[in-house]
């Protein structure tokens, strides 16, 4: 099975931690990163898409992905 994990956060070192966890736990880039302007907290938001392939296991949508 391909899991699909759409990562965002705040445009500093947490977002590219957040990222550099899921790279480390197997996951993969998938597509290019996004970066917008959060009008609501007047801030910059980033986000990447990651996607994993994980075998032997059937797709639950009450797993937590990130724990795969």
């Not at 099975?1 to 880039?29: Q, T």
């Not at 980033?46 to 032997?56: H, N, R």
Request: aromatic fraction near 12%; proline fraction near 4%; include cysteine.
């Amino acid at each position: 099975m391909i899991l699909y994990r759409f990562l965002s956060g705040p445009d500093d070192s947490s977002f590219c931690h957040k990222v550099s966890l899921a790279l480390s736990k197997g996951w993969d880039l998938y597509g290019s990163p996004t970066y917008a302007y959060d009008q609501a907290s007047g801030t910059m938001r980033c986000g990447q898409a990651v996607v994993k392939t994980v075998e032997g296991k059937t797709y639950d949508p009450n797993m937590k992905l990130g724990e795969q």
